[in-house]
C-alpha cells in the first residue's frame, strides 16, 4: 500500500509541474500563475502529515527548479516548497481530531503561498537573482494567493480523496 501511495503522490506531482508550465503559464497575470506544485503538495502535507509534506515539497520543487523554462538556480523551489509542504503538513497534525475544514484548507493554502513566495524571493535576493522585484511583492503574493485558492478548490479535494482511498484498512479504523 506504501509503494502505490507513493506512486500515486510521484504522478500527482509529475502532472502538476507539466501542467504548471505548460498550460497555466499561458494564463498569468503579472507574471504570476497558479501554483499548481504547491496546492497538490499540500494536500499531500493535509492527507499525510508533515514528512510528506516536506518530501513531496521537495520533489515537486525540484522538478520545478529543473523543468524548462527555469531560469534561475536549482533548489529555491525544492527548499521554499519543503518548507511549505512541512508547515502544511504540521497544521494537519494540530487539527487530527478531525478533517481540516474548507476554511481552514483555504488559509492554509494561502500561508503556504506566503511562505513559499516569500523563502523563493529571499534566495533569489541571497543570489542576485535580478528577477526579485521587492516592490511588487505584495500585489505579486495577492494574485498568487487568489490564483491558488480558486485552483485548490477542485485540486486538494480530488487529491485527498484519492489519498484516503489508498489507506490500509486499519488506519481507516483509527482515523476519525
Do not use: K
Not at 501554483?35 to 514528512?51: F, N, Q, W
Not at 521554499?80 to 481552514?104: D, W
Amino acid at each position: 500500500m506504501i509503494a502505490l501511495r507513493i506512486g500515486l503522490a510521484a504522478l500527482f506531482l509529475m502532472v502538476a509541474v507539466t501542467v504548471q508550465t505548460s498550460v497555466l503559464s499561458n494564463i498569468a497575470v503579472a507574471g504570476v500563475t497558479c501554483d499548481l506544485t504547491l496546492i497538490v503538495v499540500i494536500a499531500l502535507a493535509l492527507s499525510r502529515g508533515p514528512e510528506w509534506g516536506a518530501i513531496a515539497g521537495f520533489v515537486g520543487g525540484l522538478l520545478l527548479d529543473v523543468v524548462p523554462p527555469a531560469d534561475h538556480t536549482a533548489g529555491r523551489w525544492a527548499l521554499s516548497l519543503a518548507i511549505a509542504g512541512y508547515i502544511a503538513g504540521l497544521i494537519r497534525r494540530e487539527t487530527s481530531s478531525g478533517p481540516v475544514g474548507p476554511l481552514g484548507v483555504a488559509l492554509t493554502v494561502v500561508l503556504g503561498t506566503a511562505v513559499s513566495f516569500f523563502i523563493y524571493c529571499a534566495t533569489g535576493s541571497l543570489l542576485h537573482d535580478p528577477s526579485v522585484d521587492w516592490s511588487e511583492f505584495g500585489v505579486r503574493l495577492g494574485i498568487a494567493a487568489g490564483y491558488d485558492v480558486v485552483g485548490a478548490i477542485v485540486v486538494i479535494p480530488l487529491v485527498m480523496w484519492i489519498m484516503g482511498r489508498v489507506q490500509p484498512a486499519r488506519e481507516r479504523r483509527v482515523a476519525p
